[in-house]
């Protein structure tokens, strides 16, 4: 009996992968200045002051306004642009996903 994968083709499957496309739809939404890097298992995308985005061991992981640390799952890199569009523009999209 086989496994089941949530992985497709288009997951990305390291930490720069996965911030290279978060960089991209946020990019592609509007949002300009970011900046990337990546070393070892690890990547982070600066995104404004005060909100910097780290992926590590399968999450993008980030602090909200409020000091309340927030995850997202890194193999779904459109829906953490979402998320993090949101709470740019107004406050919104800062629960935890994962």
Avoid at 18 to 33: C, F, I, K, M, P
Wanted: glycine share 12%; net charge positive; with cysteine.
């Amino acid at each position: 009996m086989g496994t089941l994968s949530w992985i497709t083709p288009h997951a990305p499957t390291t930490p720069a992968q996965a911030v290279a496309a978060l960089h991209d739809h946020l990019s592609a939404a509007g949002l300009n200045r970011l900046y990337r890097a990546s070393h070892r298992g690890v990547a982070v995308l600066s995104i404004r002051r005060g909100l910097t985005v780290w992926c590590v061991n399968g999450l993008f992981r980030w602090t909200d306004e409020r000091g309340a640390r927030l995850t997202h799952p890194a193999g779904d890199p459109e829906g953490a642009s979402r998320r993090i569009c949101d709470a740019v523009r107004g406050g919104r999209g800062l629960r935890s996903a994962a």
